[in-house]
């Protein structure tokens, strides 16, 4: 016990101790989800920011100033991010923010942020973040409203105006099928059919059958992310469903492929162009940017690139342009370059902010795949 | 003399309101105003918990259900009935209270493992309902709660927050006192030693367990009600099944029994993670290594077993 009391008053001794060293340095803090639920997205994330991290100081960090990364796990539980969030502008004292993994997370965080009047770049997908825009809140991910409306842009292309809907309960499930519902009328598209399952089914079909027996579906959407989109592949490959099968842009991974097989042939879905760098044209100016992370990625940590470690990529490096451009990391005017942002080349396409968005990318960053021979191919 | 004191839940009470009083005036820094609010909020569930199992016996897995039911209700009744946060957050604590009475009656006919199985399921069935009705609660990515307007005291947001957890705190801590030192507070201590002897004695078994359940409940909701103010977000994960552990392990970590305990437990498993962030990847690793430690080292919990020792070494 006294041992034990020991270390904790060391580790607060050296927690004090750091936090008063001032050294010049751009000190970026974030908070990410790499234990609990929401770890398959916190992972990548906090190995890409380390990497990113590294590259910039090697070449002499920003503005002449090395870079301190500040990182933080909040274990999935937003009440945990809020915490550090607080530590970071309290304690750490950052310059800027990136981070929040999952929507809720970024949600909690904003308004220590806000308060604080402290840049920061979330990680996560909700359209929630930058809608109503907030002054000091950016985000390059795409929304799950953008999958939404690529989705329904294809369908009309295809002539389907019918559909049925079967999500999971997650809350990337219920969001996007939240902003879904929302816009289907506008692109004059009726759901006809809305199943769900639940986080541990490992079998969806009798939904599927309840779908197959109604007349007048012509496509199924599935949006979800993890295992639900395999499921839900498979058990529509097995039942043989006429319809068109649509899933969201977070089944664009290659685990996905590899759990289902051929059994995705002629799915669709919407995905940033990260899965298909190699099949872009040389004259993308976008490819060598896909390539680039995709390399840099896979070299360092022996695993397959996603758009989840993307997101973190272009996040930091978004924050490192605006700061080289303000040439100084004080506040205001890095969150002024951020919002001045023009034709910044991240893994989720060309970015362009203004002050009335914080997102910067619009449609045209989606690719519609469909899954040929077990394997990625563009659609559009 | 000084042993006796300590177990006094009034002195108690009362250390925890001078250190509740002093704290802002040693420490400045919000990171750890904002801890130290945490710490209060998890003491008042703990300290209801703490009554249910440590003085009536019962174990419960599924507070975090009702955790969770005040912190939407603070969320709900301005979003959804148009209603201030401060009547929202009475007519959470009211109807969360009014649902452990309802429940309760079934639930504690059970014992043991039966009433834990119970006690989870119930936290489960609470935890799914939040999450899956995304156009009341937002799923899981939870929703906004209005923040409540505390300025006329022309305090911050976070300190006024502090000041109203703190005094939620103690006013428990007072109430429970009473209630222990009170023939129903006598009553509870007899059903945790045996509930055929309590019976026997003419003590309504049945009554006792039930009042204990819905006061633990009614703390509960009031902590919820707390940290959704604090927070101004609230997601379901907050009362999820591993926040009822969480504070099951306050709860005896800190010693069942104690109501100083409850604090201390609370205060442990806060403060913890904060100090292990340091070692990065082996954080998880080490707390387990901690609490185990403890629970070996001072199985009756942090206050329980120092007291033990006082004893021992003071007059």
């Known amino acids: 016990m006294k041992r034990t009391l020991t270390i904790c008053a060391a ?37 890409t920011l380390e990497l990113y991290v590294k590259e910039l100081n090697d070449k002499g960090g920003i503005n002449g100033e ?55 770049v979330s990680f996560s997908g ?32 295809r002539g389907i105006s019918k559909i049925a809907i079967i999500a999971g309960q997650g809350g990337f499930a219920k969001s996007m099928e939240k902003q879904c519902k929302r816009v289907a009328s506008n692109y004059g598209i009726s759901i006809l059919m809305s199943e769900s399952y639940g986080p541990r089914d490992s079998d969806v079909t009798p939904q599927l059958n309840r779908i197959k027996a109604s007349t007048g579906v012509q496509a199924v959407l599935n949006p979800d992310i993890g295992q639900g989109p395999a499921i839900v592949t498979r058990n529509f490959h097995q039942l043989g469903m006429g319809a068109q099968l649509y899933l969201s842009h977070a089944a664009a991974t290659s685990g996905y492929l590899k759990a289902v097989g051929s059994d995705a042939n002629g799915a669709l879905l919407p995905a940033p162009s990260l899965l298909v760098a190699e099949a872009l044209p040389e004259s993308d100016p976008l490819k060598k940017v896909l390539t680039g992370y995709k390399t840099l990625f896979e070299k360092s940590t022996g695993k397959e690139a996603d758009a989840f470690g993307g997101y973190a990529r272009d996040s930091f490096l978004l924050l490192a342009d605006a700061m080289k451009r303000a040439g100084t990391k004080e506040k205001t005017a890095v969150r002024d370059a951020l919002e001045a942002t023009k034709g910044f080349l991240g893994t989720v396409g060309t970015i362009n902010m203004s002050p009335t968005d914080h997102l910067g990318i619009d449609l045209s960053s989606f690719k519609m795949l469909k899954v040929v021979d077990a394997k990625w191919g563009i659609a559009d | 003399m000084l042993t006796k ?17 002093a704290l802002p005036l040693v420490v400045g820094s919000n990171f750890h105003i904002r801890l130290a609010t945490m710490v209060y909020i998890f003491s008042i569930v703990v300290l209801g918990l703490n009554l249910l199992m440590g003085y009536a016996g019962q174990v419960s897995l599924g507070h975090a259900g009702f955790f969770i039911l005040g912190a939407y209700s603070v969320a709900l009744g301005p979003s959804q009935l148009g209603l201030n946060p401060w009547l929202s957050m009475a007519g959470g604590v009211a109807l969360t209270s009014a649902l452990a009475f309802v429940i309760g009656r079934p639930l504690l006919r059970l014992s043991g493992y039966h009433l834990a199985m119970a006690t989870l ?26 923040r409540a307007n505390l300025s006329v005291l022309g305090l911050s947001h976070l300190m006024s927050w502090y000041w109203l957890a703190g005094g939620f705190l103690v006013l428990s801590m007072l109430i429970l006192s009473n209630l222990l030192s009170s023939p129903a507070g006598r009553a509870l201590r007899a059903l945790h030693d045996s509930e055929v002897a309590a019976g026997v004695l003419g003590i309504d078994v049945a009554r006792a367990k039930l009042m204990a359940f819905v006061i633990s409940a009614a703390l509960a909701a009031l902590a919820g009600a707390n940290l959704a103010l604090l927070d101004g977000h609230i997601t379901p994960a907050a009362g999820g099944i591993l926040r009822s552990v969480e504070l099951l392990t306050m709860a005896v970590v800190g010693g069942l ?30 707390l387990g290594f901690l609490l185990v430690v403890i629970m070996v080292m001072l199985p009756l919990g942090i206050v329980p077993s120092l007291n033990a020792v006082m004893r021992r070494w003071l007059p």
């Open chain 1, 11 to 47: 580790t607060g001794l050296a927690l004090i101790l750091s936090g008063q060293v001032a050294l010049a340095e751009v000190k970026i803090g974030a908070v990410v989800s790499t234990t609990g639920p929401a770890s398959f997205l916190g992972e990548p994330q906090k190995q």
């Open chain 2, 257 to 286: 029994g104690s109501l100083v305990g409850s604090v201390a437990g609370a205060a442990f498993l806060v403060l913890l993670p904060q100090f292990l962030t340091e070692f990065h990847d082996y954080e998880h690793a080490i």
């Open chain 2, 121 to 146: 399921a119930f936290g489960a069935i609470v935890y799914v309902f939040i999450t899956n009705e995304v156009d009341l609660t937002g799923g899981p990515d939870g929703m906004q709660v209005q």
């Open chain 1, 126 to 157: 909700g359209v929630e973040i930058i809608d109503p825009v907030r002054k000091w809140v950016f985000k390059p991910p795409h929304t799950d409203l953008m999958a939404c409306q690529k989705i329904y842009e294809d369908m009309k292309k």
């Open chain 2, 5 to 21: 004191a300590l177990q006094n839940p009034f002195v108690s009470t009362l250390a925890v309101a001078l250190i509740v009083v």
């Open chain 1, 66 to 120: 090395p870079v301190k990364l500040v990182l933080y796990d909040d274990g999935s539980d937003a009440n945990a991010s809020r915490t550090f969030a607080t530590r970071l502008v309290e304690e750490d004292r950052v310059d800027a923010v990136v981070g929040g993994s999952g929507t809720g997370n970024s949600l909690a965080m904003i308004p220590v942020f806000e308060d604080a009047q402290i840049p920061y």
